[in-house]
């Protein structure tokens, strides 16, 4: 104890006789934490604006029918022939619906499950909106409101009218942006709509829905599930997709699988389906760390410099300590010493002026249309970022420490005292 | 009380740069304890090289060094610099304080790194060093506001804060005008007699040898009279 405090009173000694370089070198390590924290911080929020974006306004596994060939041909379900390869040509897709089969038992089975948060069913059929003489594609969701609102976020886009009017005015549609401006549709205005098989609707518009993707507005449409079966002539069990929320979206991939086999049915999972959106948010990350670890290291080389002066001035305090009885391993620990209370000196203001520039983004005024919640630059008060910074910058500093405390450890006192 | 407290078994040492050239040949002597000693010889006899063998500093020699009967051949660097701490006290030409520190700070710091008083024991051991040299009120300035009498005299001070078996000085009136090395020789003769401190200096100044109890001479690297 009484060794550590020697110890740390010769380093603040010659750190303080030397202020104004070690002055200088903290604040390069003040300014790299800062820019690391403030980075990261800004960087991490906006990851997770878009992550929160494709998390919370997707299903985590989403159940539906796709048109395919068979799996299995008949041919290879004979016992004839067995152990032969079949060559078999222009397989056309089977003749199936896209409905999911006996989905009010698959829809009770998922909600018993314990990892499901909820589900929501939904009816999805492509449409043609008829504009005069016109005619529009477009796609008609038939959802559950209160559902799809509580585990998707629906009324964040719907931008006019009340998303539950789905539900309470019969007939009603909520049509994207993009398609009412093209069709002149204003709400409460009803506009007809003629389905793939030939059936025709009026359907009343009772709002705006918006994404934030222009090609989506174009073509997407809702309306509750009874609406869109009545308009496809399907019985009240016609569903063409189940969408699952998870307590933990890691398990997706292993539940799309599990579920798709179970049910018989196509199971997307979340991580499959936007698997871009992952690699984005990475690259990001990654280029703040870079960038940050760039500027640490830049700092750790001024406290290298600051050090290196420091024992080229203090080679005859060197000697001395060393002639009295201070072992090589007490000068590299006083010289280390320095360079750790530059770092933490530094790089806890670093941490404080890296919360305060955070805080200040967070108050800087970010408007846009697709995300209507969003009032400031979404920041990420991650303490996991404090504490990497806290790491990284104890690490530069000890290595940029490390040399020139070991080469003043080893400067031999017979040569500098005999030199004088 | 005759014990030994230093004896050099045949050191004998090499420079290799620029030539090799042997600076040191075959020295052997006793250092017994309250004795003081001064070693004499011309600029360049290797006076300074030996002290600095036998403070411990210098390792590269052959031969061995004995301190209180202890060997200093096969001890690690770390163990070499407790012997110096505990057992040396060093006085250079040049005083060597550290001017970051007040005077009193510097005299304390090898006493510190002893750690065998706390650190109140120490400071007042320290006032009463510099009482004996006289510059007890010169304690809370810097070195750098003492004249080079006064340095020097805190750099005894320095080199006796531990009780050291052994206090060596390699020309410590070397840097100093006639009454300055004056004060310092009396200081020395006061701590040999009233102390009974083993002193080992190495001086040019032949009036200043002719003053302690026994003189060592080198020429060549040799010892010629002792
Ligand atoms: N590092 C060195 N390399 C080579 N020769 C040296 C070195 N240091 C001292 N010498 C030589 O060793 C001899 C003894 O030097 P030194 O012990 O300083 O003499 P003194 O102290 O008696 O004046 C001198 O001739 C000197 O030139
Ligand atoms: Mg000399």
Known sequence: MIKFKLIAGISLSLLLARWKQTLVAAIGVTFSITMFIALLSFMGGLNSLLDGLIVNRTAHVRLYNEILPSRQQPVEQSDDFKNKYAFIHSIKPRNERLEIRNSGAVIAAIRKDPRVVGIAPKVTTQVFYNVGSIELMGVVNGIDPEAENRLFAFSEYVTTGNFMDLKNVPNSIILGKAAAEKMLANVGDVIQVTTSNGERMSLKVVGYYQSGLQEVDKVQSYASIATTQKLLGETNSYITDIQVKLKDILQAPAMAKEYGQLFDVEAMDIQTANAQFETGSFIRTLISYAVGITLLIVAGFGIYNILNMMIYEKMDSIAILKATGFSGKDVNHIFIAIALSIGVFGGFLGLVFGFGLSAAIDQIPFNTPALPTIKTYPVDYNPNFYIIATVFSILTTYFAGYFPSRKASRIDPVIIIRGK | ?226
Request: with cysteine.
């Open chain 2, 1 to 226: 009380m005759n014990t030994t407290v230093l004896e050099a078994v045949h050191i004998t040492k090499y420079f290799h740069d620029p030539l090799d050239i042997q600076v040191l040949k075959d020295i052997n002597f006793y250092l017994n304890r309250s004795e003081f000693v001064s070693v004499i010889g011309k600029s360049g006899c290797g006076k300074s090289t030996l002290l600095y063998i036998l403070s411990t500093m210098d390792t590269d020699y052959e031969g061995d060094l004995l301190i209180d009967g202890v060997s200093m051949r096969q001890k690690k660097e770390a163990e070499l610099a407790r012997v110096r701490n505990e057992k040396i006290g060093f006085v250079f030409q040049f005083h060597y304080l550290l001017n970051e520190f007040t005077v009193l700070r510097n005299v304390m710091l090898p006493g510190l790194k002893l750690g065998l008083h706390s650190e109140a024991e120490i400071e007042h051991r320290a006032y009463e060093k510099l009482k004996i040299l006289g510059i007890e009120q010169e304690a809370l300035k810097r070195p750098n506001q003492l004249s080079g009498g006064q340095k020097q005299r805190v750099a005894i001070a320095r080199a006796l804060i531990n009780d050291p078996l052994i206090i060596m000085g390699d020309e410590p009136t070397g840097n100093l005008d006639k009454k300055n090395s004056e004060i310092v020789f009396e200081i020395f003769k006061e701590l040999a007699e009233v102390y009974h401190q083993t002193l080992l200096i190495v001086t040019h100044d032949n009036e200043f040898a002719a003053r302690t109890q026994r003189i060592i001479e080198m020429e060549d690297g040799k010892i010629i009279r002792q």
